[in-house]
Nanobody, 126 residues
Framework: QEQLVESGGGLVQAGGSLRLSCAAS????????MGWFRQAPGREREFVAG????????AYADAVQGRFTISRDNTLNTVYLQMNSLKPEDTAVYYC???????????????????WGQGAQVTVSS
């Protein structure tokens, strides 16, 4: 069974940057779509960014387009989320997720993902 562990969260001032990492174990992620989601207090979990398995096509939520970048290093079995120009409204717990269908395309719905990390807190102060 796959396990995902996020790291790199923390407290940053508005305008700053953070890079989240998601290290996978138990399964090679190279053949699977990966995604990042976030959940702020009192709000539903929402899609942030996704990357397909092979072609590495990416997609982003409108709120983070142009500021966040998702990438993957299959040799390290790790997915990243580079977050620049952070805003207070980016404050949330960020979750990494992976799919189970090999060589699938991009996934943007949480129901399309099976494995989830425990989450990393990101707090952006104004």
């Amino acid at each position: 069974q796959e396990q995902l562990v996020e790291s790199g969260g923390g407290l940053v001032q508005a305008g700053g940057s953070l890079r989240l990492s998601c290290a996978a174990s138990g399964r090679a992620i190279s053949r699977y779509a990966m995604g990042w989601f976030r959940q702020a207090p009192g709000r539903e979990r929402e899609f942030v960014a996704g990357i397909s398995a092979i072609s590495r096509i990416t997609a982003y939520a409108d709120a983070v387009q142009g500021r966040f970048t998702i990438s993957r290093d299959n040799t390290l079995n790790t997915v990243y989320l580079q977050m620049n120009s952070l805003k207070p409204e980016d404050t949330a717990v960020y979750y990494c997720a992976s799919g189970v269908t090999p060589y699938s395309g991009l996934k943007i719905k949480s129901d399309d993902y099976t494995y989830w990390g425990q989450g990393a807190q990101v707090t952006v102060s104004s």
